[in-house]
C-alpha cells in the first residue's frame, strides 16, 4: 500500500471554543474511519521505523497503522495492546509531538504522520464496536503488591498479570487511576475512558484494594512479611506541591494546582452542590506555571466561572513546558497571558482573602543549569494586578509518607526514590520503584515506560528466586 503524502497532519475535529468554556465535555472529537484511513496512509512504513524508538513502550507503530490502513480496527487494537495497556488514554494525553512524532520520516519535509490520533481512534473503536471477551489470566504465579494506581502502577500490574502473578494494587484515594483521575481533567481526558482501561485490567486479573495509604494504613515491610507478597512495586507518584514561598500564600483563595484539580475533576466541585464538594473561584485567577497543569488549572478555572483567568510564567512563551496544543486551546479558549511576569507577593483584605497580586517583570539572561534562559528580575517594574484565587502550578515531588516508613529505602535529596533506571530496583531487595515518585513530575507515557521495566525486572527477580528455592 503506497503512502500518500499529503503535506499536513489530518486536522482533528473539536468543540468551538466559545461552546466549550461552558461545559467540560472533551474537547477533540477524535478521527471519523474515512479521516483515519487517509492519515494512516500518510505513514512511509518504513523498513527502519524510527519512530518505535521514540515510544517509551515500544509499540510498534507502522504495524498498527498499516492495519488501520487496511480497515483491520480490531487487529490494529490488538498490537497497541500488546505493548501498551492504556492505549486510549495515551491516544490522548502523550505528548507524541517530544516522542514518536517528533522522529517520524515523514516530518523531515512535511508534518509528521498523527500517531497519537490514530492511536486514539484504534482505541476508541474497539470500545465501541468490538466484542471480544477479555479472557481472565489462570493466576498461579507469586504475589505482587503495587501501590498507587496512576500509569506506572497499572502498567506494572497489566504487565504481571498476564503472566500469572496475582497482582494487587493499593490506592491511597476512594477511586484508582492516580493521576489520570485527579490530575487531568474531564475535558481532555474523560473519566469514562480511564476507567474502562482499569476495567479491563481487573478482568485480566488484577485486584484493586482502594483507601489503602501504604506508609500508614499497612506498611511495604508488613505486606512483605506479614502478608505474603513477594516484591513490592511503589508507583505512587509526585503529589507533595511546591509553593512560591513568598508573603502571602496563606491567604484564603490560594490553592496549590493538586488541591484545584483534585477538587474538581475527583471530588466533583464542578457539579455542587449535587456533589458536596465546594470550590472558589472568584471572578479573577491567576495561575502561576506554565506547564500542562497550568493549562489544565486556567482552563478549568474558566469552565467553573471566573471571568479573567491569568497565566502567570517568568520565562518567555519559548520557555514554557506545556504541549503546544493545550497552550493553543487556552488561548483559543481566551485565557489571557502574562509572560516575564514573577509573581513576589499575593496581596488580601482585612478578611484574609485574596485580592491582588503583586508581580516583577523579568527579562531573560545567561542559560542555567536547566539549558533554558535564566530570568532576571527588571528593577523598579514591580506591579499589582487584582485577583481573587491564585493557583500555584509550578511542580510538586514525591509524599515523604513511604520513604519515612520504609526503612533501607534509599531517597535523593529531593526525597525521590532511587531506583535503577534499567530494573527500577531499590536498595531493598524485592522492592522497585517507577514513575514520578521517582523521576518526578513527568508524562503518563514515561511513567508507562518506567512500569514496564519494571515488571521485566520483577518477573526475572521471582523467577530466579523460586529456582533457587526449587
Known sequence: MMAKIVPKKHPMPAQPAE????NFDEVPYGYDEDTAIAEALRCLQC???????????????PAFILKIAEKDYQSAADILKDKNSLPAV???????????EQ??????????????RLERFAADWEAANSNKEVEPVPLTGPKVAVVGSGPAGLTVAGELVRKGYRVTIFEAFHQPGGVLMYGIPEFRLPKAIVQREIDYLKKLGVEIQLNVVVGRTVTIEELMTEEGYEAVFVGSGAGLPYFLNIPGENLNGVYSANEFLT????????MFPKWETPIHVG??????????VAMDAARTALRLGAEEVHIVYRRSEKEMPARIEEIEHAREEGINFNLLTNPIEVLGDEKGWVNGLK???MELGEPDQS????????????????????????GQGPNPLIPRTTSGLETSKWGNIIADPETGRTSIPGVYAGGDVVTGAATVIKAMGAGKVAAQAIDKYLTSKNEEAN
Open 263 to 270: 477538587r474538581t475533576n475527583l471530588m466533583r466541585a464542578y
Open 47 to 61: 523498513k527502519n521505523p524510527r519512530c518505535i524508538e521514540g515510544c517509551p513502550v515500544g509499540i510498534n507503530i
Open 90 to 100: 495515551c491516544g490522548r494525553v502523550c505528548p507524541q509531538e517530544e516522542q514518536c
Open 283 to 292: 471572578k479573577r485567577v491567576a495561575v502561576v506555571g506554565a506547564g500542562n
Open 371 to 394: 539549558g533554558r534562559r535564566r530570568p532576571v528580575p527588571i528593577a523598579g517594574s514591580e506591579f499589582v494586578f487584582p485577583v481573587d484565587v491564585v493557583v500555584v502550578a509550578i
Open 359 to 361: 508581580c516583577v517583570k
Open 103 to 116: 522522529v517520524c520520516i515523514v516530518g523531515i519535509k512535511n508534518e509528521p504522520v498523527a500517531i497519537g
Open 19 to 22: 461552546e466549550r468554556v461552558k
